[in-house]
């Protein structure tokens, strides 16, 4: 199993913490994260315990978290790596980190 921890791009400071957007310098953010992660599995034979797919993100249901998934799914899968992303609740802000382990 491949594990990947991505942070979420850049976001605005100017709405709520659970409904700030990322700003343009953090979709570039994101925009360069898919090319490390792309170039990470091009140097990895593309495969990693066999598997060619752009993987399976979970995600923090925090705004700004959702949109970097979504650019995360989308280029990856127009390049040929299709994934996908599921939400989960225990990735918020404030809840008890060791929870995540359960995942």
């Known amino acids: 199993m491949l594990l990947v921890l991505v942070r979420h791009g850049d976001a605005a400071f100017s709405t709520p913490d ?7 310098c953090g979709r570039k953010e994101v925009e360069r994260a898919i090319i490390s992660y792309t170039d990470f599995r091009h140097r990895n034979d593309k495969t990693v315990n066999g598997d060619t797919a752009g993987g399976r993100f979970v995600v ?3 705004l700004r978290a959702q949109q970097t998934a979504a650019i995360l799914s989308d280029e990856l899968s127009a390049n040929g790596s299709p994934c ?3 939400t989960e609740d225990r990735l918020e802000p404030d809840r008890d980190p ?3 382990f359960a995942l």
């Open 18 to 24: 659970a409904k700030r957007e990322l700003s343009a």
């Open 98 to 100: 060791n929870a995540v």
């Open 60 to 62: 923090s249901p925090l």
């Open 84 to 86: 996908s992303f599921i």
